[in-house]
């Protein structure tokens, strides 16, 4: 049985309602505070569905993915967007802006198209071609809009620039859950599994991709803060470190990059179900968001 969606209220001075899904992997209460109704992508275990963030854990998705359990994703069906849009207009909701994961990754954009177009009010939707909190900030960039009154136009515009100018890096501790997730290869895992290969990967396009491969983790981890101090470069930028069953690897990180960068908001996070099925324990990423976004 499919769980409701706990809708966020609307910021106030504003009746444009701010929609994501669970992959912008927003800490619960500082989504409510911001007026973002998070919808939860599907996590398939054992053939078992369940919401992301409130029904699986990422420790329970790591044991599965460590028990060899099978576990997949699923997008969130077009019926259930249509549902929250509903409620949300219901609500008071004069208009909607709905961004969502890398149309790339997941079927969940089209889904908030195809629920668009029964809508009782206009929504706005937006394909972020990234996902974490390289869609999380930017859904905060657009509650700030929100809240100062902009319009739902101009809160779109600002969501989309923001994501545009995120950037994303990854590394995986193997590459044996990509391999099982499709990402790679059969031979490509195994001959990187054979020489201890640790991969570093980005979102370039909305897709992930393979940017470089070194030999040790604790390389990998210094060339991920490099690349994303070069992303970052002298401007004003939030960051948030993602990890699967990586904490004390995260936190270091963090605590590195904000003592590197001009770091407005920094987030230390474990990624959820969605993201950990393909990539893994020990999985550490950052995303580096410019602070200073603007519609036009």
């Known amino acids: 049985?499919?769980?409701?969606?706990?809708?966020?209220?609307?910021?106030?001075?504003?009746?444009?309602?701010?929609?994501?899904?669970?992959?912008?992997?927003?800490?619960?209460?500082?989504?409510?505070?911001?007026?973002?109704?998070?919808?939860?992508?599907?996590?398939?275990?054992?053939?078992?569905?369940?919401?992301?963030?409130?029904?699986?854990?990422?420790?329970?998705?790591?044991?599965a993915l460590r028990d060899f359990t099978p576990v997949t994703t699923s997008r969130i069906s077009p019926q259930r967007m249509s549902q929250v849009y509903r409620e949300l207009a219901e609500a008071g909701a004069t208009e909607i802006v709905s961004v969502h994961l890398s149309s790339s990754l997941s079927g969940t954009y089209h889904s908030a198209v195809l629920a668009a177009d029964e809508a009782p009010v206009p929504v706005h939707t937006i394909d972020s071609?990234?996902?974490?909190?390289?869609?999380?900030?930017?859904?905060?960039?657009?509650?700030?809009?929100?809240?100062?009154?902009?319009?739902?136009?101009?809160?779109?515009?600002?969501?989309?620039?923001?994501?545009?100018a995120s950037s994303t890096?990854?590394?995986?501790?193997?590459?044996?859950?990509?391999?099982?997730?499709?990402?790679?290869?059969?031979?490509?895992?195994?001959?990187?599994?054979a020489l201890a290969v640790k991969p570093i990967l980005s979102i370039v396009g909305g897709e992930v991709v393979s940017l470089e491969r070194v030999r040790t983790a604790s390389r990998a981890l210094a060339r991920l803060q490099e690349l994303a101090v070069a992303a970052a470069g002298s401007a004003p930028v939030d960051i948030a470190v993602g990890h699967l069953e990586s904490g004390e690897r995260a936190t270091d990180l963090a605590v590195e990059l904000a003592g590197?960068?001009?770091?407005?908001?920094?987030?230390?996070?474990?990624?959820?179900?969605?993201?950990?099925?393909?990539?893994?324990?020990g999985m550490v990423s950052i995303a580096v968001v410019p602070r200073e976004v603007a519609a036009h």
């Open 1 to 63: 049985m499919t769980l409701p969606v706990e809708l966020a209220p609307l910021n106030a001075g504003s009746t444009v309602a701010l929609v994501t899904d669970s992959t912008a992997y927003l800490p619960i209460e500082l989504a409510r505070t911001s007026g973002i109704t998070v919808v939860p992508v599907e996590v398939v275990i054992g053939g078992q569905p369940y919401d992301e963030g409130t029904e699986v854990s990422p420790g329970e998705v790591a044991q």
């Open 129 to 164: 071609r990234t996902i974490g909190m390289a869609l999380g900030f930017p859904m905060l960039h657009a509650a700030d809009a929100a809240s100062a009154g902009a319009s739902a136009t101009d809160i779109a515009a600002i969501a989309a620039k923001a994501c545009a």
């Open 169 to 193: 890096y990854f590394y995986v501790d193997t590459l044996e859950y990509l391999r099982r997730g499709g990402r790679i290869n059969s031979r490509s895992a195994m001959i990187g599994s």
């Open 260 to 281: 590197r960068l001009d770091v407005g908001r920094v987030i230390v996070h474990e990624v959820g179900a969605v993201v950990g099925a393909h990539v893994g324990p």
